[in-house]
């Protein structure tokens, strides 16, 4: 039996080239879908941890503000506030994570106001596939402030749902009037607050 070879023009070996150019873009891609899923579960750990632990701190300087004024006194409430950090998973100083507590806020809008407790969460997330594109860690970062105070609030109406579309409705005809207050609605929906008008009579 012999075997029949048609004349074919010989080809350049061009499949290997084609294929190691387009693993970077296909580990690009891998590094998006991947990565970013991994930044944005590990950007609302850091919220939450950081939501938790100035909770904690404030709640230590309320409990003691009739002896302290609002005063972190010996360090108890920046205490707490790592300690419900390190609840949460994450431990100053270890696997590249930072918990900053400043007592009172060093930014934002209660700087130097006593009764209220700045807690910072950053975490350096390792890169994996994105490797390709540097070899730096991703960091994630996160704030949050709370209020230990024995005073009141200027809030008339405050809703606590923070992705919900209109978390705040108004419909019928009925009015509601707030006076000489706030009304906070902490969503970022862009149609966080919303309702209907009243139909015809």
């Avoid at 998973?89 to 994570?97: P, R």
């Avoid at 923070?162 to 005809?173: D, F, M, Q, T, V």
């Amino acid at each position: 039996m012999r075997l029949i070879r048609a004349n074919c023009p010989a080809r350049p070996g061009k499949v290997i080239p084609l294929v190691a150019i387009s693993l970077v873009g296909i580990m690009g891609v891998l590094s998006i879908a991947l990565e970013g899923g991994l930044l944005l579960e590990h950007r609302r750990e850091c919220h939450t941890a950081a939501d938790v632990a100035a909770l904690a701190g404030a709640i230590d300087l309320y409990t003691n503000y009739v002896t302290n004024l609002g005063k972190d006194v010996g360090g108890n409430a920046a205490t707490r506030a790592r300690e419900a950090a390190a609840a949460q998973g994450f431990v100053d100083g270890q696997n590249g994570v930072t918990v900053t507590v400043n007592i009172p806020p060093t930014s934002g809008d209660h700087v130097g106001l006593d009764g209220h407790v700045e807690v910072i969460v950053e975490y350096l997330q390792p890169r994996y596939f994105s490797r390709i594109f540097g070899s730096s860690s991703t960091p994630v970062r996160a704030r949050a402030v709370a209020r230990g105070l024995w005073a009141s609030a200027p809030i008339g109406i405050l809703v606590l749902d923070p992705h919900a579309s209109e978390s705040l409705k108004a419909n019928g005809g009925g009015t509601v009037t707030v006076a000489n207050c706030d009304i906070i609605v902490n969503s970022d929906d862009p149609s966080a607050v919303g309702g209907t008008a009243p139909g015809p009579p």
